[in-house]
């Protein structure tokens, strides 16, 4: 299995209030991305990122910030949690010669 | 705009029987298709891939068929195994785009016995 951690794997939190999510690798693969899955909608992106300090958008990205200053953590942030954004989160990571990408375990978001 | 479609929420078969899952896409931009697995409380696993010069893939029990002009692939297990029972996501790589994957709606697979 490849090494990913994320935390915390489960919260609670209420309206309004700040969250980060962390996802940490001991692979050193270059890019990491975060998703979020809900019935229906399978996984959808939310941000990646390339190398340390480069990231983008992914298809659903609003209400969401990331960072990455080192090769092995990667951080979602939701500035102001929102009721819609109860979901369960997914870090990846991924080398660019290789298609697949590895997931870690899940954070189980609750957003009352 | 869903570009991976699994148009078949959940599948039940019989254990020994063939599983069939399908997957239909719209961007001709797809150079790999992926599946992966994933169990209640634990991250997607990657099952298989087939690039998409080629029509076929196969590993052990799974098989993944891919046609192009139809813009669609389907991923046969033979024979299905209780411990196949899963929630199974269709993905697809864009070559324009930075290794990101579009994920389908995913089909969940119940084996009975």
């Known amino acids: 299995d490849a090494g990913i951690t994320q935390s915390p794997r489960h919260k609670v939190t209420e309206t309004g209030t700040p969250v980060t999510l962390r996802c940490h690798q001991t692979?050193?693969?270059?890019?990491m991305y975060w998703y979020r899955q809900d019935p229906g909608h399978g996984l959808r992106l939310i941000h990646y990122s390339y190398g340390v300090k480069d990231t983008d958008k992914g298809e659903v990205s609003d209400g969401y910030s990331v960072s990455r200053s080192k090769t092995e953590d990667f951080l979602l942030t939701l500035e102001s949690a929102t009721s819609s954004q109860t979901s369960v989160y997914f870090c990846?990571?991924?080398?660019?010669?290789?298609?697949?990408?590895?997931f870690g375990p899940g954070t189980r978001l609750t957003v009352t | 705009d869903q570009q991976v479609k699994q148009n078949s929420p959940s599948l039940s078969v019989q254990e020994g029987r063939i599983s069939i899952l399908n997957c239909d896409y719209t961007?001709?931009?797809?150079?790999?298709f992926l599946w992966y697995k994933k169990y209640p409380a634990e991250g997607p696993t990657f099952l298989i891939s087939?690039?998409?010069?080629?029509d076929k893939n196969e590993d052990g029990r799974f098989t993944v068929f891919l046609n192009k002009s139809a813009k669609h692939l389907s991923l046969h297990i033979v024979p299905s195994q209780p411990g196949d029972s899963a929630v199974y996501f269709c993905?697809?790589?864009?070559?324009?785009?930075?290794?990101?994957?579009?994920f389908g709606q995913g089909t969940r697979l119940t084996i009975n016995p």
């Open positions: 993905a697809a790589r864009s070559i324009q785009g930075a290794q990101k994957l579009v």
């Open positions: 692979e050193n693969h270059r890019y």
């Open positions: 087939i690039s998409s010069i080629k």
């Open positions: 990846a990571i991924s080398d660019p010669d290789r298609e697949q990408q590895y």
């Open positions: 961007n001709s931009m797809f150079d790999y």
